[in-house]
């Protein structure tokens, strides 16, 4: 069993920090998972948003470090959508549920870029206060698997997870890396055939962000390509790589895939 998954630290987390299940769409299938944490008196809490094979509680380090300083954090679940406007119409209807007008959202990989098309639906009526991107991308023909997109609904569990672990590190790594692909296979291994169908599908779907509709939010970029800070030429970039897929810092430990 990986170290993180029987450490004190994930203990204590799961044991304090409730999960909690919000159904904001008609489909009463489509079940967001969030852990909620901090002063509730603060309006515009920091939300996080996971890559493909997360869940929302790999970010238990963060929301223990940053509510410890006083800060209100959100981690996010996806439910099951199909295409970036479902989602962005979701998350929006989620916002308004928890009565949250602006947020700042950190997205690793697809959560970032996910947060970017959130930024970019709502940019007639702001609803992002400023963005964090790890590990992101603006453009998904990035991954070359546009046309595959429409078929990942077809395919088994073991296959999807197959074609996700394939982009984990692969050879000798240092201890802390090792344990956080541990924690990172076990969480994925959580997710069903829909979730993980569903995400590589918005990861892949045919789409790019279009910088000028959220040209007036601040970026903060970690540990990206360089095409990614070109988009944003008024971002501040931040964070150090280790590892393929691995953005590490006193309070990143995620593997951002």
């Not at 929302?56 to 209100?72: E, P, S």
């Not at 609803?127 to 023909?141: A, K, Q, Y």
């Not at 076990?186 to 590589?200: F, P």
């Not at 988009?231 to 590892?243: E, I, M």
Request: glycine share 6%; with cysteine; net charge negative.
């Amino acid at each position: 069993m990986g170290e993180i998954k029987v450490s004190p630290d994930y203990n204590w987390f799961r044991s304090t920090v409730p999960l909690k299940k919000i159904i904001v769409d008609d489909d009463d299938s489509k079940v967001w998972s969030l852990y909620d944490a901090g002063p509730r008196s603060i309006r515009c809490p920091l939300i996080f948003l996971p890559p493909v094979s997360g869940t929302a509680d790999v970010f238990f380090q963060q929301i223990l470090a940053l509510t410890g300083w006083g800060y209100r954090v959100i981690a996010l679940q996806y439910p099951v959508y199909w295409d970036h406007l479902e989602f962005c119409d979701g998350f929006r209807k989620l916002l308004d549920h928890l009565q949250l007008d602006k947020v700042h959202l950190f997205g690793a990989s697809l959560g970032g870029f996910l947060a970017q098309k959130f930024a970019e639906y709502t940019h007639k009526s702001p609803r992002v206060h400023s963005l964090i991107l790890c590990n992101s991308f603006s453009d998904t023909s990035i991954f070359n698997q546009t046309w595959t997109a429409n078929s990942f609904w077809l395919m088994p569990a073991f296959m999807l997870k197959k074609i996700v672990l394939g982009n984990f590190a692969s050879g000798p790594v240092d201890p802390e890396m090792a344990d956080g692909i541990d924690f990172m296979v076990d969480r994925l291994e959580s997710l069903g055939q829909s979730e993980l169908a569903s995400r590589l599908t918005l990861n892949c779907q045919n789409s790019y962000v279009e910088p000028h509709k959220i040209r007036d939010v601040p970026v903060t970029i970690m540990d990206v390509s360089l095409s990614q800070f070109n988009l944003f030429f008024n971002a501040v970039s931040s964070c150090r790589k280790v590892g393929h897929g691995y953005c590490v810092s006193n309070l990143i430990n995620i593997c951002s895939i």
